[in-house]
Every structure is written in C-alpha cells, then in structure tokens.
C-alpha cells in the first residue's frame, strides 16, 4: 500500500507510513525516483513514478521534494487569487455563459488577480481570469480529461488564455517556458470542436477538420497530438498527425475518415494540400505554436500560406519569447485579437539555475566530458545541445568513448523511426544523455530532465531560453550550463543581461569583454571617434 501522511516541512520524522511500507525508504527527491512506465500513476508535479499520494490533496507524487513543491503551488494560488479561498467545484468567480449562479470577479478585482499574478492584457473587454477549470462551462468529460491529468488548477496562463479563447477571441500569448501553455489552447480547441459535432446533425456524416494546430517540429507535434488526444478522449474528437517522415498515405486515409483537429509541421500540410483535395472551410480554430519561431523567414511563407486558405479563423498564437515585430504581423493576422504576457517576457524560468562557463571551443568537449563525469555536476538525464547535425554525430560518440555514457541522438536528418526510438529511449531512462540540435530546442515536454548544458551557443537568446527551458517544467528546480567564447560575442550584451537578471555569475572573461557592452558604439563611429 502506497500511502503518506505528515508535514512535509516537518522532515522525514514527521512522515507515517503505512505498516507494510514502514521498511521502505521514503524517496526523498524527484531525481531519486524512476520515471514512469506507460500505465503507472505519475507524479502531478514532474510526471515521475507517482509512487506516493498527497495525504492533502489526494494527488499522485513521486518523493516528498513533488508534495513540497505541489503544496507550495497551491498555497501559492490560494494567496496570490486575492481572494480569501479558492474556489469549490460550483463556486465560479468567472462565468462565460451566465448560467451559474456564482458570482463574477469586480473591476478591481480584477485588476488585482491580474497584477499577483503578473497577468498582463492588452485589449478591449478582455475577460477576467478564472480561477478553476470547473469555471468555464466545458463538457464534463473534457473537465474530467483536465482532472485526470492532473491539472487540479489551472496555470496563469490558463487562466487567463482559456475564457478569452472560449469566448471566441483570437490571443497571441506569451508565458515561461513549461507553463501549461499547450493545455491552454488545446482546451478552448476540444471544448469547440467537441460542441460543434455534438450540434451538427447525425445524419449529417461530412467531418471536415474544425481546427489545424502547427508547430515548428515533428516531435513537438507528436507531443501535442498526444496531449490533445488524453484531453479529448470519451468525445467526438479525432486527431490526424500530419508531419513529414512518416508516410503521407497513412495521414490521408486518416484524414478521409473524418477528424476534427490536424495537428502538423508546415511543410508537410502544405504539401499534402498541394497533392490531394482537402477541404478546409469548417477551419474555425488556428493554433500557432513557438509563434515566433513560426513567423520568422523560412516557416513564415508556409504559415501564411495555410492561414490565407482558411475562411478568418480564431487564431491562437502562443511562445515564450515573442518580439515587437512578431507581436505587428501576428495582430495583423486577427481582428480584435488578446495580447496575454505572464511576467517577465523572453526573460529564462527563474526555475532554472543557469552556469555559464567561458570555454574556448577546442576545449570545449574535454569540459563536457569533465562535466559528464563528475558526480557533483552531472544530474542526468541530460540534454547536451549542439549546432550541427554534424557535431551532433560526432559528439553523441566521443561521449560514449570518453565517458562510458551511453548518449543518444537525435537530429532533422535522422528518419522518423530513428527519432521517435531515440525519444522513447530517452524517455524510457535507458540513456542518461541525448545530444541535440535544434530539434528538442522548442517545446518539448522532456519531463523528468533536469539539466540542459548548451555546448554550442544558439543564434539568438530567445533560442537559449528556449533550451534551457527543457530543465524545467512548471517550476520544478532545474540547471543550465552554457559553455560561451568569443565566437558568440553578438550574443554577449543580451547574454550578460539575462544571466545578471536571474542571478546568474558573469563569467570575468564575459564582463570584461568589450562585446558585452550593450552601449558599444558601432564600428564606423568608433572609427569615427578615435580618429577625431
Ligand atoms: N494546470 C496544470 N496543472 C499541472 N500540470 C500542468 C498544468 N498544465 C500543464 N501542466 C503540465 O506542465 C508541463 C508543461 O506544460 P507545457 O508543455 O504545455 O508547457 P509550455 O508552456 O508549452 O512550455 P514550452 O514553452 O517549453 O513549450 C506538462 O507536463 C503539462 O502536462
């Protein structure tokens, strides 16, 4: 029998257990648990072996660090809603239909959820955060999904995204990385495409898709397509992956069978679309996921391309970093849209403890390695973050080598079965590392990972914020390493700031190189200065 009770904050003395478990070590932190196998409970917290349940809450967790920190999040809710309690099942403080008998939030209240919370809106009548996912009409299958899962309440985001998304309004959000950002457009998603089947008629057997989600990479869509099927299970809601690699026939013959949400990489849609007639008139919901990864040259074409064949859809934009210039062209894509930001834009989780050390890059892989081997710094599993497809080879090898790790891989050129064993690998903690390029950058939910070391700097910091984003999720404690030289000096000034803001140590070579300076005048006029 799996069973605590106690003050966790009382330490492991205060801790009863069950007579049969009185033997048993109480495991005292999520990294010391296994990850769980397909069928376990998992840890609501960071998605581990649920070996235990919360005497308080009722909820699956893995060690006694997941109830602190599921405990904390609570109380955190509780006090930051402003309100003395959070809400019972029937208690709603926001109504989107007027049909509950519960009240909704003030003005000021409003204004002060939005503020403790760091809710940021820009547009006109924005409705007022919820507080619970039993607030907002769903279906009571999609809200036993959202229960299920573990989502007992929802993130800010969520809160806010969600009743602005089900009244029909188009959003362009951004949140910190691992915030529930995917369950706040899947819900309003399920919520309409399940609502408009249910109203259509029976006899009616035309299923045209109702709402296309994209994203920059198959893995992510994979992880998206899976999410959105737990959450729609038990309701008329079909999903078609539809990315490159795994052959197209098998997405078309899915498609013809009538699904409700496509979830796809640009490319691959466009050139389904291009070879075969599909109809896209019942489009009413268009999801673009790492928006300004999706806007930027190279996907922008593709994603206008798919927009403009749609009938003026909602459209949903979400990403942890988005721009000014991205913020222009994604309001010019929907009338009357909802700007959302939840704290500090394009600023890394404040969850993830970042170390960056000045390494010259023929140094470079004997630091992983020493990295690698030392107990104190290495807390696999790990993702190792590399620029090339070719570096990315070479380096997965000379890990196992050097190291005796087993290292996987995973890359754009490997094919689609490749990738998919190498994540199930990773998952399954059959390596304590993956080495990558860009293609786990965005995304993706590697629960369970708890450092990224950066070997190659990416191109720009919000693709940094992104990777070392993977350490944590929904502010579990997690660590970054980023080796940085001289070749990434355009990156110093935005660089030095970010490490500065989350109290992260600038590495002497770093400060004191003359990169750094944001205020370094450009070379002509320094030029111009000491010649005058
Ligand atoms: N309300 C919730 N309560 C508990 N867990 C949640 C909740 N919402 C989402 N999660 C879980 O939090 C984790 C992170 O969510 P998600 O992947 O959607 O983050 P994200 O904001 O999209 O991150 P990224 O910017 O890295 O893509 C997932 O494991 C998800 O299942």
Same mark, same amino acid.
């Given at each position: 029998m799996e069973f605590w009770t106690g003050?966790?904050?009382?330490?492991?003395?205060?801790i009863q257990l069950s007579v049969d478990d009185a033997a048993d070590e109480i495991?005292?932190? =999520?990294?010391q648990q296994r990850l769980a196998f397909p069928g376990d409970p998992k840890c609501v917290?960071?998605?581990?072996?649920?070996?235990?349940?919360?005497?308080?809450?009722d909820d699956d967790i893995c060690s006694l660090e997941c109830k602190q920190t599921l405990l904390d999040r609570i109380a955190k809710a509780q006090s930051s809603a402003a309100i003395k309690k959070v809400p @019972?099942?029937?208690?709603?403080?926001?109504?989107?239909?007027? #049909?509950?008998?519960s009240m909704s939030l003030t003005a000021d209240q409003t204004e002060l959820l939005r503020k403790k919370l760091g809710i940021h809106v820009k547009g006109n009548s924005v409705p007022p955060p919820v507080l +619970?996912? =039993?607030?907002?009409?769903?279906h009571s299958k999609l809200l036993n999904n959202v229960e299920s899962a573990g989502f007992d309440l929802p993130t800010p985001v969520q809160m806010q995204a969600i009743p602005v998304a089900l009244n029909g309004r188009s959003v362009l959000a951004s949140a910190d990385t691992g915030s529930g950002k995917t369950a706040s457009f899947l819900i309003p998603v399920i919520s309409h495409c399940a609502a408009f089947r249910l109203a259509?008629?029976?006899?009616? =057997?035309?299923?045209?898709?109702l709402a296309i989600v994209l994203t920059p990479t198959r893995e992510l869509c994979i992880q998206v397509e899976d999410q959105a099927k737990l959450l729609g299970k038990g309701l008329p809601f079909k999903t078609a992956l539809v990315v490159? @690699?795994?052959?197209?026939a098998g997405q078309i013959h899915r498609l013809h069978q009538g699904v409700e949400l496509i979830v796809a990489t640009p490319g691959r849609l466009i050139d389904l679309l291009a070879k075969h007639d599909m109809e896209?008139?019942?489009?009413?919901m268009f999801v673009v996921d790492e928006v300004d990864c999706m806007l930027q040259r190279g996907f922008r074409d593709q994603v206008m391309q798919i927009f403009l064949s749609l009938a003026q859809p909602q459209v949903l934009m979400y990403s942890a970093t988005i721009s000014d210039s991205v913020e222009k062209l994604a309001s010019s894509m929907a009338k009357d849209i909802v700007l959302i930001s939840i704290?500090?834009?394009?600023?890394?989780?404040?969850a993830v403890k970042q170390v960056a050390i000045w390494v010259d890059t023929k140094q470079k892989k004997q630091k992983l390695f020493d990295v690698l081997s030392s107990k104190q710094h290495f807390d696999p599993p790990a993702v190792v973050y590399v620029g090339s497809r070719i570096g990315a080879d070479l380096l997965s090898n000379a890990i196992s080598v050097s190291t005796g790790l087993k290292a996987l891989l995973i890359h754009g050129e490997k094919s689609m079965k490749e990738r998919r064993e190498a994540m199930r690998q990773f998952l399954m903690g059959e390596a304590p590392v993956i080495v990558s390029t860009?293609?786990?950058? #965005?995304?993706?939910?590697?629960?369970?990972?708890r450092q990224v070391i950066v070997f190659d700097m990416p191109n720009s910091i919000k693709e940094y914020v992104h990777m070392i984003g #993977?350490? +944590?999720?929904?502010?579990v404690e997690g660590k970054a390493i980023a080796f940085i030289n001289e070749e990434s000096k355009a990156l110093f000034p935005e660089f030095v700031e970010v490490l500065k803001s989350s109290g992260a140590a600038v590495p002497r070579e770093l400060a004191n190189s003359?990169? =750094? +300076?944001?205020?370094?005048?450009s070379s002509k006029s320094w030029k111009k200065r000491k010649l005058g």
């Open positions: 003050d966790p904050t009382a330490g492991a003395d205060a495991v005292q932190t =999520s990294r917290i960071c998605g581990r072996y649920g070996e235990y349940i919360c005497d308080q809450t @019972g099942k029937d208690e709603c403080f926001y109504v989107s239909d007027g #049909r509950s008998e +619970s996912f =039993s607030c907002c009409n769903l259509q008629n029976a006899n009616n =057997s035309t299923k045209r898709p490159g @690699g795994d052959p197209m896209l008139d019942d489009v009413t704290g500090q834009p394009n600023k890394p989780s404040m860009g293609v786990l950058g #965005r995304g993706i939910d590697l629960l369970g990972v #993977r350490a +944590s999720r929904m502010g003359r990169y =750094s +300076s944001k205020s370094l005048p």
